[in-house]
């Protein structure tokens, strides 16, 4: 995929995981930084590697409560 306004550079995304209503993809930056990006209709939220880390362990605990009937 070339990203647009830079025709010349290729921009690269690895779809992760996708449903009817959200899709998620990891991009890198131009540091080389890993991107993560949750598209959710017409809304999307772009996390680093460290919030999506946090993210993550957010969802676990959700999960971990709903599972013990909390």
């Known amino acids: 995929m070339v990203f647009p306004g830079e025709p010349e550079e ?3 995304i690895e779809t ?8 998620l993809w990891r991009s ?9 990006h949750l ?3 017409n809304m999307s939220i772009h996390l680093t590697e460290e919030e999506w880390e946090e993210l ?6 959700a999960l971990e409560t709903l599972e013990g009937g909390r």
Not at 16 to 23: G, N, P, R, V, Y
Not at 28 to 36: K, R, S, T, Y
Not at 56 to 61: F, R
Request: proline share 0%; aromatic share 10%; net charge negative.
């Open 10 to 12: 290729e921009f690269s």
């Open 39 to 41: 598209e959710m209709g």
């Open 16 to 23: 992760l995981a996708e449903t009817e209503h959200f899709t």
């Open 56 to 61: 993550v362990s957010l969802v676990e605990q």
């Open 28 to 36: 890198a930056d131009q540091e080389g930084e890993m991107l993560f």
